[in-house]
């Protein structure tokens, strides 16, 4: 008798285990008819404003980019760059940030 309750409750936890698997899944990912995952709403609601961040960011950058870009004309227009003192800074900034690329 003992044995049969053993089974029973074994059976019972194993059961107990796979629902929890399957409730654990459900939450993490939802399937959609076509079998594929789809991302909890919020998920999409975080991953939406990321975006919307990174947008903002990157038009900002790009005005500020806009405006350098005229100013170093401007500068080798004027021949501002000729000039051996700045070309050794410039080569040494070049230097540096490769430097600290191939570090990372």
């Known amino acids: 008798m003992d044995m ?3 089974n029973i409750q074994q059976g019972k936890i194993d ?15 939802h399937h959609t008819k076509a079998g ?6 919020t998920e999409v609601s975080r991953t939406s404003r990321m975006v919307s961040r990174a947008k903002v960011a990157a038009e900002a950058l790009s005005d500020i980019r806009e ?9 080798m227009a004027e021949g501002y760059y000729d000039s051996p003192e700045v070309q050794e800074e410039l080569a040494a900034k070049i230097a540096e940030h490769l430097k600290q690329i191939k570090d990372n």
Not at 36 to 41: F, L
Not at 67 to 75: D, L, N, P, T
């Open 4 to 6: 049969k309750i053993n």
């Open 15 to 29: 059961q107990l285990k796979k629902d929890r698997d399957v409730e654990e899944k459900a939450k993490s990912a």
């Open 36 to 41: 594929k995952v789809k991302k909890p709403a």
């Open 67 to 75: 405006e350098r870009i005229a100013q170093v004309k401007q500068r």
